[in-house]
């Protein structure tokens, strides 16, 4: 589906990025953990065209999409819910779900019906629909950025850091709608995410960069049992 | 001294405070349009516009100068024809200019809108020549309303400040490149990511902006006639109208324009009226030291 080949990406002469490839398939949750500062949002960013990467290429369903303005990136079909939400603070929860499919040509009943969906996963935005989003709790403003980036029907989402910032219990939740996302509507996910022991359990396939390098890549199950994973970023 | 003297007295300065009224309502609208214009471009693309004197005296000399005296067209033809023009001008001041310099320091932009402002000055000098121009009959003479009689111009202001107004308001608020506006202001990453190609919007939003400019400049023909300084002081006080409203809000413009035009002209009443012109800096320098955010303003939600 997605195909990163050996990019690297600067901030004017800092190299964030050395070399990353990245790989994402049909129906796949895959997670990138690492701690701050490793590179994780950058990887991101070089997707959607935030920042281009210098060397190296991205390849979405066996085109290349390495130069292309991020507005573009998205009519392709991938959604990014960036770090730290980003809803629109001074439009109301419902103008926020209805900019989510800006990219799409949505009649009117299809966009109503769109919203509805979204409704029914989070009953929460329901109740705030008039609301503006700079008002919402934390919680609700990152249910309303999973919302919002769910209503274009990308191809493939990626979550940076879902859970930053969430009481305990609402993390779970949050996780269990990712899981959910991605076995109902069969959407590939891929889960940034400081939390990493959650971070494996969900996903299947992982990542784990340090200092803008894969340091480490395989199946969720197996980086859970590995010494190096365990005493990094389980905590021992 | 008889009751009917008195009485017609009263009514006098009544119709004299009506009219007042009517012309600081039509000022207010055109200093209120000018912080609406500008305040459309800094929430669009961060900067300051400090050409915009020289954009809305550009309009009134493509429209005076070009249309109607040069290729003869009747008055509404050249309207929609200076409007167009401004346009085709604003797309291509929007991409070599506003767009790629939004990425620089606050003083390269700054002098870049200013030298902008300059150069259309000169270009206006060179080509139009240093005579002011007037167009005969246009929007001059007066009006009756009642017993009240006002000026055709202020009516005429009036009338299409509320037109602009409510049209901006529905493509604001209703339309799909109007919302995508309101996100751009709010936060270009987070646009960009909804699949708005935010150049765009910001080229569309400069073009909105510059197409009220020279609307601006039409109708303050008949008040300054066509000449280079014809915006010097209307877009200096819609500069002030944008800060007492509150800075970056578009209701606020218009707020702070009206709260300016009527102060300003009642003032006129009791001052003489070449104190005009102070009032609306003295009311702003208060503003600031006493409400800096402005008469709507309010911390921005971030
Ligand atoms: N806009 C920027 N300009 C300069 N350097 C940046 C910029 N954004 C990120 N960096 C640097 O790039 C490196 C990687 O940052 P990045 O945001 O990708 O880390 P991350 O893995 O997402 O961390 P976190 O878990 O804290 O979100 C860091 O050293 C950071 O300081
Ligand atoms: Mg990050």
């Known amino acids: ?236 | 001294m008889s009751i009917v003297r008195v009485t017609k007295e009263v009514v006098f300065l009544y119709k004299i405070i009506l009219q007042l009224l009517v012309s600081g309502i039509a000022m207010g609208f055109v200093y209120g349009l000018v912080g609406i214009e500008y305040t459309l471009i800094w929430n669009s693309t961060g900067l300051l516009n400090f050409s915009h004197e020289r954009i809305i005296m550009l309009g009134a000399y493509i429209f005076a100068g070009s249309f109607v005296l040069q290729t003869g067209l009747s008055v509404l033809p050249a309207i929609v024809a200076t409007i167009i023009a401004i346009i085709f001008f604003a797309v291509f001041v929007a991409y070599t200019i506003f767009i790629p310099l939004r990425n620089m320091s606050a003083l390269c932009a700054i002098m870049s809108t200013v030298m902008l402002g300059n150069i259309i000055n000169e270009s206006v000098r060179l080509y139009y020549g240093p005579e002011a121009i007037t167009v005969k009959g246009f929007l001059t003479g007066m009006i009756r309303i009642g017993t009240l009689v006002v000026a055709r111009a202020y009516v005429v202001i009036i009338f299409v400040a509320l037109i602009i107004l409510a049209l901006l308001l529905l493509f604001m608020m209703k339309t799909k490149t109007g919302k995508a506006m309101r996100c751009v202001a709010q936060n270009k990453n987070a646009s960009s990511l909804m699949g708005i190609d935010v150049q765009k919007n910001m080229m569309i939003t400069i073009a909105i902006s510059f197409s009220i400019c020279s609307i601006i400049g039409l109708l303050v023909i008949p008040l300054y006639s066509v000449k280079q300084s014809m915006a010097s002081m209307i877009s200096l006080k819609g500069f002030a109208a944008g800060v007492i409203g509150g800075f970056g809000s578009l209701p606020g413009a218009i707020v702070g324009g009206l709260f300016i035009g009527i102060i300003e002209n009642i003032a006129g009443m009791i001052f003489p009226s070449t104190f005009k012109d102070v009032v609306a800096f003295v009311c702003l320098i208060l503003m600031l030291l006493l409400r800096p955010s402005g008469i709507l303003g309010k911390k921005r939600i971030s």
Not at chain 1, 78 to 89: A, K
């Open chain 1, 1 to 236: 589906m997605l195909k990163v080949n050996n990019i690297s990406t600067y901030y004017g002469k800092v190299q964030a990025l050395h070399n990353v490839s990245f790989e994402i398939k049909d129906e796949e949750i895959v997670s990138i953990i690492g701690a701050n500062g490793a590179g994780k949002s950058t990887l991101m960013r070089s997707i959607m065209g935030l920042v281009q990467p210098k060397e190296g290429e991205i390849v979405f369903k066996d085109e290349e999409i390495t130069n292309l303005k991020t507005n573009k990136i998205v009519e392709r079909g991938i959604v990014y819910v960036p770090e730290g939400r980003e809803v629109f603070p001074a439009l109301s929860v419902e103008d926020n779900l209805e900019m989510g499919a800006f990219s799409k040509k949505y009649s009117q009943r299809i966009l109503s019906n769109k919203i509805e969906e979204m409704y029914d996963i989070f009953p929460r935005l329901k109740e705030r629909k008039k609301q503006l989003a700079g008002t919402l709790s934390g919680g609700e403003q990152q249910m309303l950025a999973i919302a919002r980036g769910l209503m274009s029907s990308p191809e493939l989402i990626m979550f940076d850091e879902p859970s930053l910032g969430l009481a305990p219990v609402i993390v779970d939740d949050m996780f269990e709608v990712i899981v959910s996302i991605n076995r109902q509507q069969h959407i590939p996910i891929v889960l940034v995410e400081q939390n990493a022991f959650e971070a494996l359990r969900i996903s299947s396939r992982c990542y784990v960069l340090e200092n803008g390098e894969v340091r480490m890549h395989g199946l969720s199950d197996e980086l859970m049992k590995s010494p190096e994973v365990k005493s990094a970023y389980l905590g021992g």
